[in-house]
């Protein structure tokens, strides 16, 4: 029998997070507001005060920027874990994102990296304004080179972020900003959730939607 805790969707994220910089001391993180103010909706919250401001780095308001840097980043061997702080802020980086993270595998005949996640708040549903309130899951799946992940439960947060930061290749990791007070039964274990794996049998953790991430890649 697994074992398992009770987490909200926020809580199993940084879980994630902490175990995983607790496992590796390449995962950094990087964004708006997630060192001092604990990140906008306190994923992150602690963490500066756990790992120090080279680990837990708060940017100035520029996504273009912070992404890009994180690109390189991940480019000498670090893995970043980007926050935006909500995705539509995220169209601003786009020209990074889509033609420079997701193609930098391809441009080198495979011979530099992308370790990156990008993360943060998306959908509509928590009252922000229009600006604030738009899903762009499918606009992220049109372009190759991107993994693009959308979790529904607590467990999925967990198991799909592990993943994430542990994968090869740039991951667009988008949160339904409705979601972070669900509560839902995550194992209490190192375990992970594969990306593209249809929905599982009922378990301890509940049942697994099927899609939960999608490629798009140059490769067959």
């Known amino acids: 029998m697994i074992a398992v805790a009770e987490l909200t969707y926020r809580d199993a994220l940084r879980s994630a997070l902490i175990e995983e910089m607790d496992h590796d001391r390449r995962v950094i993180l990087i964004g708006e507001d997630i060192g001092g103010y604990q990140g906008t909706f306190r994923v992150t919250a602690d963490l500066l005060q756990r790992y120090g401001p080279t680990r837990v780095i708060d940017t100035p308001i520029s996504e273009l920027g912070f992404v890009g840097a994180a690109i390189g980043m991940a480019m000498l ?6 926050e ?4 539509n802020f995220s169209l601003l980086a786009m020209d990074q994102i889509v033609n420079n993270a997701a ?6 005949g495979g011979q530099v990296n992308v370790p990156l996640v990008i993360r943060g708040p998306n959908g509509a549903g928590v009252q922000l304004s229009a600006q604030h309130s738009q899903s762009l899951e499918a606009t992220y799946a049109h372009f190759p080179g991107l993994y693009v992940v959308a979790p529904a439960t607590p467990a999925e947060a967990k198991g799909l972020l592990r993943t994430a930061i542990r994968s ?9 900003a409705a979601l972070y ?3 839902g039964e995550v194992p209490d274990s190192d375990f992970a959730l594969p990306f593209g794996k249809a929905a599982q049998p009922d378990g301890p953790c509940g049942r697994r939607r099927g899609g939960a991430a999608r490629r798009r890649g140059h490769r067959g």
Request: charged share 20%.
């Open 103 to 108: 193609k930098l595998r391809y441009f080198s």
């Open 77 to 82: 061997g670090l893995r970043p874990v980007v």
């Open 84 to 87: 935006v702080m909500t995705w």
């Open 168 to 176: 090869q290749d740039p991951v667009i990791f988008l949160e339904n």
């Open 181 to 183: 007070g669900l509560k």
